[in-house]
Nanobody
């Protein structure tokens, strides 16, 4: 049984910072791609950032403000969010692709609310 546990969301003023974490636990043999998505009310879930072995990709509107990183020893992915804007308000979900035997499994975190408001 694989589980992803997120933490770090909350309420922050515009211009502030938050750091999200997502840790994977359970039985698996390695980690492929790790990423963060977000879903605002009335909108579809969208990719924020993703990281594989040596590449990082970001949505255009977070480039220069958000940084994704991973700690393979801790099976954890992070999202450092700086210069937050009200339009960043959303539920943020981590997504991790794991090697479970000969195939890969796609797993989601439970979601954490990020609210940017004065």
């Amino acid at each position: 049984q694989v589980q992803l546990v997120e933490s770090g969301g909350g309420l922050v003023q515009p211009g502030g910072s938050l750091r999200l974490s997502c840790a994977a636990s359970g039985i698996f043999f390695g980690i492929d791609v790790m990423g963060w998505y977000r879903q605002a009310p009335g909108k579809e879930r969208e990719l924020v950032a993703r990281i594989d072995t040596d590449r990082r990709n970001y949505a255009d509107d977070v480039k220069g403000r958000f940084t994704i990183s991973r700690d393979n020893a801790k099976n954890t992915v992070y999202l450092q969010m700086n210069s937050l804007r009200p339009e960043d308000t959303a539920v943020y979900y981590c997504n991790i692709v794991l090697y479970i035997g000969p195939q890969k499994g796609n797993y989601w975190g439970q979601g954490t609310q990020v609210t940017v408001s004065s």
